[in-house]
Each structure stands twice: as C-alpha cells, then as structure tokens.
C-alpha cells in the first residue's frame, strides 16, 4: 500500500517539517507518494528540500506536482522538474520548459553541487544577475554582491566537502510577508549527506562529551568555527557567512539530522535552537537577507 | 641585492585550474594555485620579494584565502631559519581583504599589503609594540635600534628584539648597512 505525504500549500522551511512528520513514522522501504497538488507557494528552500527527500529513501517515491498552473510553471522555471525527474517517479502533469522563460525572482535556478567545479559554476552564474537585484532593488551596499558570492560559495562547498551525495542550492527574491513586510534575498542549500553531526564525528582524535547530539554538532560548526579537519584554516567558512548574515541583518539557520539551529534577527520570531525534530539526513541552510532600508 | 618577482594569481588561476575562471572559490581550486605558486618560487633567486597579485581577481572566498594566502604564508614562517624571501600582498580590494585577514587571524600571521597608489599597510596579527615599530620603519625608510629607542624611550635591547621579531616574520629586511627597511623598499 501506499502512503501519501501531503505537502503543505505554502511550503518553506518551517512548514517542510509538516512533511518530514509525515515522513518519521514510515519504513525506508514504504512505498510513498509526495502529494504537491495542493501547494500554492513553496520558498527555493522548500524546493531544494522536496528534492533531498526524494534521495533519502531506498524504494524511490512517487511525486505529484501543483495543479495551477501558475505554480507548476514557476517551479519549472525554477528548475525544478529538471531535477525531480532524476530523483522521483512523477505522476500527473510534468509542465516542459518553454525557450526563454527565465523568472526574474530566481537569481540562481536549482543547481546540482556535487563536486568543486559546480561551486564554480554557481559563483559565475550568480556574479551576471546578482549586481542589479542587490545593489538597485535590495539597496545593499556594492561591495554585497562579493559578499554575497562568497556566501554562496562557502555554503556550497560544504556539501562537496561534508556531505558525500549530491545537493542542491537555489538563490530567489520574493516579498517576505511574515512581519517584516519588506524584499528578501534567499539561497537554499540542501543535501541528504551525512549530517553535521558524522562530518565532526569522523575528525580523528575528537572528543566527544556526554551530550553529543546533533544540536551541539551544528554549535560546535555554526558558534565555534569547529571542522572535522584538523589544520588552523578550517572552519573559517561558515564563520564568515556568520559575520556577513549579521552585517546584512539577514537570518541564517541550518537544519541536520534531528535539530535546527538560527541566527536570529531582531524582524524575525524564530527561536535559536530547536531540538527534537524529525530525523532526516544531511544538512540544508537558508539564508535570508533582506532589503535594506534607505534613509530619507 | 634582493630580487623582486611578481606572480600574478588570476594567470595561475588560469593556467592550473580553467582558463575561464575569475574566481578564486573553493579548496581544491586554492590547493592547486598554492601549489603552482610553491613551485615557480622554488625556482627563484633568493633574497626575493615576491609580488602576490590579486588584480584580475574578481572573487576570493575563505576557502582560497586560507589555501593561497595562509597556507604559503605559513609553510615559510614555520621553515624557520634566516629569511630570505618576502611576501607582499597587492590588488585586493574590500572583500579580498576581508577574507585575508579571517585567514592571517587564524595562522597569527601578519602580511604587507600595497594598494594601487603604492601605498603599504600590516595586515593580519602583530602586537601593538611590533606594530608601531614597523611603522616607524614604513615612515622613516630604514632605522636601527637606537632610532626606535629615541622614538618610543624602550630600553634598547628591546627594540633590538622588536627588530628581530619583525625580520623573523618577513615584514622588514636587514640591509648591509645594519639597519632595517620594508622589504619592497629594499
């Protein structure tokens, strides 16, 4: 028998957790279908997340997507049918991509990172659109748009560094409604790897104290700059994305294995950590920068 | 005489790696530059200053920085022994620096960095005794121990040891005349 996931009508990181409790209770070898017919909306995390779902399980899931139109074919412009067709078996409408229909909110399509060059890849695409949306609608400083690759380039390679699979990261714009009212700038970066947690475990020597969780794993990377390598130089990467999320006011939060843990700023309602969740394997990180308002 | 080479990063970059990419992202990317770099200055005449030019290079993210700048930079400061090359870090703007400096941090290293006027600066971990005695190096050209005893009133024996450390960390030279100078200026 098969079990239906439903996924939310607005689908972003908070709400992706509504799937992945759907998800907990069921046997790695349960057939399931991830429903998306009734979605509406989904942030390019929810997107990227919906594809590392379809690599966690060992029987291949199913997948039906939105039945608007006007859904179905952002996500195609998107990138998403590209990459959901590797990883699901799709059932139902599979909208094709149509020749020059790029969306003006997605800075960066869906994107594989598996290996070093994808990370290259990803820096020169971002580079052409990212001037023009950060510096004249977002009113970020100039010197943002370097900052901002080089965000995107950190965040990247810790999937080719850590996770040890294939992930994904998308860079899109939209108005963020939820108290802040304003334009935000969000890259998702998703993988089903090994986790934060295994990634520390497998640094030769390291010590592990009484409560080694996941949660402490994503403080030790995220708060004290810890990497599996031992050499001075590591670590420097997410340290950096820190510094320059709190330059911009934006919100980072990264998600692995069983908790969540977020820099929070003050438009935000968000709590730091949170414990608990539902398992699901490897880490997926949104950053969310938003319009910075000019004084007059 | 001391022999000044440049190696541009954005040529290496091309010439190793993809000859399409601007970008210096990723380790394996830095790993491989680094490496090129060791390896053209094995075969350079010593004493040199070499030139690290970042002028061609659009993006430099922490990943590269620490493999370029603060594995080089620190491959020669723990050889140890008397120096005899130079670093000088030239062409980087804002975000370069940014990444630079998270990297020295790390290492507590310190590099001399030249903007596009000629213009020099320390960049990186140095203690404020140290610091101010470069500067007085960088401003008056070449100065001995008793000049920075007259400047700051230390006893002399400790601007002597300032001196040393200074020219143990590659960020002075010592000229055949017994005095001290920046390496770029030698």
């Known amino acids: 028998m098969t079990s239906v996931i439903t996924v939310p009508p607005s689908l972003d990181d908070q709400t992706f957790e509504h799937v992945l409790e759907q998800l907990a209770p069921l046997p790695v070898d349960q057939k399931i279908l991830v429903d998306a017919r009734h979605t509406r909306w989904s942030s390019p995390y929810g997107l990227t997340a919906l594809l590392t779902l379809g690599q966690t399980r060992s029987e291949r899931m199913s997948f039906t997507g939105p039945e608007t139109e006007e859904t179905a074919s952002y996500w195609q412009r998107a990138g998403f049918y590209e990459h959901a067709e590797k990883v699901f078996e799709m059932h139902g409408h599979v909208p094709r991509p149509r020749a020059a229909a790029s969306e003006s909110n997605v800075l960066l399509e869906i994107t594989a990172v598996a290996r070093s060059d994808d990370v290259h890849d990803v820096v020169e695409k971002i580079q052409a659109k990212a001037q023009a949306i950060l510096v004249n609608e977002l009113n970020l400083d100039p010197m943002a748009t370097m900052r901002f690759a080089m965000t ?105 294995g069983t908790a969540r843990i977020a820099i929070v700023p003050a438009w935000e309602d968000d709590v730091p950590l949170r414990e608990g969740l539902p398992a699901f394997p490897g880490a997926q990180v949104q950053i969310t920068i938003p319009e910075r308002v000019v004084q007059r | 005489m001391t022999y000044h080479i440049a190696i541009d990063v954005s040529s290496v970059l091309r010439r190793t790696v993809c000859d399409l990419y601007s970008n210096l992202v990723t380790r394996p990317t830095g790993a491989t530059v680094r490496k090129a770099i060791e390896e ?106 008793s000049d920075v005893q007259e400047e700051f009133g230390d006893p002399v024996e400790d601007c002597s040891r300032v001196l040393d450390e200074l020219f143990a960390r590659r960020l002075v030279v010592r000229r055949d005349d017994g005095g001290v100078a920046l390496p770029h200026a030698s």
């Open chain 1, 152 to 256: 995107l380039s950190e965040v990247c390679q810790n999937i080719v560094e850590h996770a040890g699979t294939t992930g994904w990261v998308a860079v899109q714009t939209y108005r963020y409604r939820q108290r802040l009212g304003r334009r935000v700038v969000v890259i998702a970066v998703c993988d089903a790897g090994i986790g934060f947690r295994k990634s520390l475990e497998s640094s030769q020597g390291r010590k592990l104290s009484d409560r080694w969780d996941d949660a402490m794993a994503l403080e030790d990377a995220l708060i004290r700059g810890v990497s599996r390598f031992r050499d001075p130089g590591r670590g420097q990467g997410l340290a950096g994305v820190r510094r320059y999320v709190g330059k911009w006011e934006g919100k980072l939060a990264i998600r692995s």
């Open chain 2, 40 to 145: 053209a200055l094995a075969e350079q005449p010593e004493p040199n200053v070499t030139v690290i030019d970042f002028s061609h290079v659009t993006l430099l993210d922490f990943s590269c920085a620490d493999e370029i700048v603060g594995k080089l930079l620190d491959a020669y400061q723990r050889a140890g022994g008397t120096p005899r090359t130079y670093f000088l870090i030239r062409g980087v703007h804002d975000a370069h620096l940014e990444a630079i400096e998270a990297v020295l941090e790390r290492y507590d290293l310190a590099v001399i960095v030249q903007d596009d006027n000629g213009a020099v600066k320390l960049v990186g971990t140095l203690d404020d005794g140290a610091r101010r005695v470069w500067h007085l190096v960088r401003q008056r050209g070449r100065v001995v121990a």
